[in-house]
């Protein structure tokens, strides 16, 4: 675990109803450090960003908004893997920083140093039939052994078969691999992959935009998407029908 002193104020601000990463640039921008947002005046953030997200930002946390700090804060002081990047960690993905709607904190379990390396994005259909999942394993495993990270969603069928493939891998740069969840980092979905996900997050890493506890809602998956790419230089669709999410 690394910590730094503005996580709780990073958290504060992405747990704050209105705020988004706009808001939070704007903010940023113009009041250059996380911590001087929350000793603002209303007067100074209503001329940033108005009356209303100034009343949010200034309001002292309700008790659902303190339990998700404190339950947030114990998560990344809990074991030495725990990681919370926040826009100022720098092992923030700068690709991902530079994309205009980067998560405001990631919850991450496992390497981060794995954020450094080339990495390609291998997706494809939950469903898929043997021979794509045979591919993608192949395809995988040889990405990890010649140094570039596989990163996927960890969802069924194609995803499931790139995390194993990558966790292959011999030399170096073996089980080089990075699951993007749409959930709390604390929670496995699908509950089949529990045993993958334990060892992703062993040997690669796990991560999640998601506060802790975060249920698998339909409407999240298709937004972890983006932060797949921003992590990647290319994307691999192994197999998926022409209608598919994936393409």
């Known amino acids: ?25 704007k903010l940023l921008a113009e009041l250059g450090e996380v911590s001087t947002i929350f000793r603002a005046s209303s ?11 100034a009343r949010a930002i200034t309001a002292s946390p309700d008790d659902a908004t303190q339990t998700k700090l404190d339950e947030s804060l114990a998560w990344l002081a809990g074991a030495p893997e725990h990681n919370l990047l926040t826009w100022a960690h720098p092992a923030y993905p ?31 259909s939950r469903n898929c039939s043997q021979g794509g999942a045979d591919t993608a394993e192949a395809f995988a495993q040889a990405f990890a052994e010649r140094s570039v ?11 499931a078969a790139s995390h194993v493939g990558a966790l292959r891998a011999s030399g170096a ?18 509950a089949r992959n529990k045993v993958l996900a334990h060892s992703i997050a062993e040997r690669g890493l796990i991560i999640s935009e998601y506060p802790l506890g975060t249920p698998p809602l339909a409407e999240n998956f298709p937004r972890r998407n983006r932060i797949i790419s921003g992590l990647s230089l290319g994307v ?12």
């Open 94 to 124: 700068k690709a991902l920083l530079e994309s205009g709607d980067a998560p405001i904190v990631l919850y991450a379990k496992g390497r981060i140093e794995l954020l450094a390396n080339p990495a390609i994005a291998m997706v494809g």
């Open 43 to 53: 007067a100074t953030l209503a001329g940033i960003v108005g009356d209303e997200l």
């Open 1 to 25: 675990m690394t910590t730094h002193a503005d996580d709780g104020h990073y958290l504060r601000l992405a747990f704050t109803h209105g705020v988004g990463s706009r808001t939070a640039h």
């Open 149 to 159: 990270t596989v990163v996927s969603g960890m969802a069924l069928g194609i995803d």
């Open 173 to 190: 740069q073996a089980a080089s691999t990075i699951a993007v969840v749409g959930t709390g980092i604390d929670r496995v979905y699908p």
């Open 236 to 247: 691999l669709v192994v197999e998926a029908s022409m209608a598919s999410g994936s393409l």
